[in-house]
């Protein structure tokens, strides 16, 4: 089975600290995703990477950004936390090479964020 | 970039039929539609993804008309545990210029 892991499920901050939060796959997939999941907003894409060492920004990527140093693992950073920041995180990874179809993307359990 | 709409809730009741439309006007030629459920404290999950036509699995079909501006998620014979929220996505390629979209999908409450 694919399993993407996510370093923590509930992590509190305050307000001003550098937030980093890890994801890992063990399934050799190219791309990976971060999202936000906040209430009646649904799923926001913050950023993805479909390769070591490249990014893409998504739909919201504004205080965030992200660092992919090995296949395996995804790092989304919060350089300075706030409080809009409160959400829960979900960390995706596909399988899929740059410019082919979207693949099934498989999804770790979720961060929930509390910046305080 | 493909926007979808689908509605917001749907309540049914156990071992009936459920089938939730998504509508996509703009979709791309080369745009795939897939669909997505989660529960509550879960990410989501893939449930199935077609391009026309119709397609099955054991979960689900999913109906696709031949202008594609819209499609359909039928689930057979709802239980209890189908109660979550399903997401319709349409895209084609990551990366490239359009962005993965989940959007606030659509609430589904099966009821005994």
Redesign the interface.
Known sequence: DVKVTQSSRYLVKRTGEKVFLECVQDMDHENMFWYRQDPGLGLRLIYFSYDVKMKEKGDIPEGYSVSREKKERFSLILESASTNQTSMYLCASSTGLAGVIIYEQYFGPGTRLTVT | LAKTTQPISMDSYEGQEVNITCSHNNIAT?D?I?W?QQFP??????II?GYKTKVTNEVASLFIPADRKSSTLSLPRVSLSDTAVY?C?V??????NT???????TRLSVIA
């Open positions: 080369n795939y897939t997505y404290s879960q990410g989501p999950r893939f993804q997401y996505l895209g084609d390629k990551v990366p490239g962005p993965l979209v989940f959007g606030k999908g």
